[in-house]
């Protein structure tokens, strides 16, 4: 790189001897004084012919005094004339007095039959100011201890809440596991309630009537009520009638028309229906007795139709 600057600049000394060949261009500076550290700006310009070729020569290299960062070059025109005008930007860290645009050149064609100097421009790079009157000394402190906060053990925090969930989820899960086994293995037993035949049903219901005393108290429309649900309720599980949506009429119908009920047990439902229906809806009063007298024609009838089960054992 040396070798390589020293060319240049030799160069650059025989072309400058040839007073025929070598041309000066002066470089201007945006400012003459710059503080440390400032952006420096040093531009100029050289006639331009778009059918020849412009080469830039630095023949410095950067320093740690002076360091040359960009060069931006752009076309202008000026008095009918072409130009391309170069700007070079500087950066210095140490003050003192510097000279731009030294070992700077452009040399016009290919074969360097025409150079252009670049003319140095010096400017000054300022310290900065230190008022030493304002700048108040103080004694040298030890190190200070940093007091504890509880910011500094709550990642720990978090990673033990962290760890103690993984602890009861992985719990969980092992539990979650056994009894899925255990209930395999043993599977649940499922307790089936023995079937209570509709016969038995319904006299149990019509002892419970019985002992509700509702005739006693005068309440006939409820204790009729509740007859002919009862017979409704063992109506329709005994042979499937359902009698609950139906009208009196409807279910003497389809009773009569059941082969497994006798005559005699229709006429018994007959009477049932019909005083239930004059008490319930022409509120026809009744006495104990009737009342007694139909509870116990409807026992009869339950008794009379109830399905008959058949024995296993073998006859003797």
């Known amino acids: 790189m040396k070798i390589k600057n020293l060319i240049i600049v030799v160069l650059l000394a025989i072309f400058s001897i040839n007073i025929t060949i070598g041309q000066t261009v002066i470089g201007v500076a945006d ?3 710059y503080n440390i550290g400032d952006r420096i700006e040093f531009s100029f310009k050289i006639p331009f012919d778009a059918k020849v070729s412009q080469t830039l020569i630095v023949g410095k290299s950067n320093s740690d005094s002076l360091e040359l960062h960009t060069t931006i070059i752009d076309t202008i025109r000026e ?10 930007y500087y950066t210095s860290f140490v003050s003192g007095t510097k000279n731009l645009g030294e070992g700077v050149a452009v040399k016009i064609g290919d074969s360097a039959d025409k150079i252009f100097e670049i003319t ?7 310290e900065y100011p230190i008022d030493t009157t304002k700048i108040e000394i103080k004694d040298i402190k030890t190190v200070l201890e940093e007091k504890f ?14 760890i103690l969930i993984i602890i009861i989820g992985i719990c969980m899960l092992i539990r979650y596991i056994k009894k899925k086994r255990q209930n395999i293995e043993t599977p649940e037993v499922v307790k089936v309630e023995p079937k209570i035949s509709p016969h038995i049903k319904a006299l149990q219901s019509l002892e419970d009537l019985r002992k509700k005393k509702l005739s006693e108290r005068k309440l006939q429309k409820q204790y009729y009520t509740e007859l002919t649900e009862i017979i409704w309720i063992y109506l329709e599980e005994r042979f499937g009638i359902c009698a609950s949506e139906m009208t009196s009429s409807e279910i003497l119908s389809q009773v009569k028309a059941n082969s497994s009920i006798s005559q005699k047990d229709y006429k018994i439902l007959d009477d049932v229906f019909f005083m239930s ?16 007298n139909l509870l116990t024609l409807t026992q009869q009838f339950v008794i009379n139709t109830k399905e008959e089960i058949e024995s296993n054992e073998p006859n003797k």
């Open 79 to 88: 008095n009918n004339k072409d130009y391309l005008h170069y700007k070079q």
């Open 31 to 33: 400012k003459k004084s």
């Open 149 to 162: 906060t509880f910011k500094e053990i709550l990642p720990i925090i978090y990673v033990l809440l962290a």
């Open 120 to 126: 140095p421009m010096r400017i000054e790079i300022l």
């Open 277 to 292: 229906d004059l008490v319930k809806f022409a509120k026809y009063e009744t006495d104990q007795i009737i009342d007694k």
